[in-house]
């Protein structure tokens, strides 16, 4: 149990384009999920906090218009990279937060692979 | 500034010998999770750890947490080149995880 998806797997645009991936809770029901983003060789770097239901909150220094989340049912949650840039490349991980077997914990994604050409 | 500390940054061990990963927070841990990650690949759940004090095992892991709840360290036994990856320690204050910068593993022949 506690299975997390990511669609796409790996995902190339142009810059300019936009792009979504979803976060999706296969086995169980998530309130909040969270979204990381992880450059070469460095650790994951929480970008925003997605509540069912409410506007995600965001860390500093993540742009909320460039990274829209949206938390539409209690098993999935998308994030949307408007207008990327090739800064933009990286790998981006999702969890979704539940308390299981007594325990709350974070279970996480595959990432998702985004490289702006 | 970083929350959590992981030392080494980086690790290189001939097959079949013992190693050590650190872990420190610079606050009151309520949770650390220990986590193994290929690169490009997701996170691969190792052990998590919550009362000061607390030892867990999985094969020829070994993951503690001190007293004082603000260190861990995860030790491999023998090691194999199936344990070469990036060894992430993750720390819950209350909400999401906060990952330390990773220490990368690998086991020569």
């Known amino acids: 149990g506690a299975v997390v998806s990511q669609h796409p797997s790996w995902v190339i645009c142009k810059s300019g384009t936009s792009v979504k991936i979803e976060c999706r809770s296969l086995?169980?029901?998530?309130?909040?999920m969270f979204w990381y983003r992880q450059f070469p060789k460095q650790s994951l770097m929480l970008m925003a906090t997605?509540?069912?239901?409410?506007?995600?909150?965001?860390e500093q220094g993540v742009e909320k218009d460039k990274f829209l989340i949206n938390h539409a049912s209690l098993t999935l949650s998308t994030l949307t990279v408007t207008s990327a840039h090739p800064e933009d490349s990286s790998f981006y991980i999702c969890s979704a937060r539940a308390v299981l077997r007594g325990t709350d914990t974070q279970y996480f994604g595959p990432g998702t692979r985004l490289t702006v050409l | 500034s970083q929350e959590l500390e992981q030392s080494p940054q980086s690790l290189i061990v001939q097959e079949g010998k013992n190693l050590t990963i650190n872990c420190t927070s610079s606050?009151?841990?309520?949770?650390l999770y220990w986590y193994k990650q290929k690169y490009g690949e997701g996170l691969i759940f190792l052990m998590m750890l919550q009362k000061g004090g607390e030892e867990k095992s999985h094969e020829k892991i070994t993951a503690k947490l001190d007293e004082k709840k603000q260190q861990s360290s995860l030790h491999i036994t023998a090691s194999q080149p199936s344990h070469a990856g990036i060894y992430l320690c993750g720390a819950s204050y209350g909400n999401a995880l906060n990952f330390g910068k990773g220490t990368s593993l690998l086991v020569t022949p």
């Open positions: 997605s509540n069912e239901g409410s506007k995600a909150t965001y």
């Open positions: 086995d169980f029901q998530a309130t909040t």
């Open positions: 606050k009151t841990l309520y949770g």
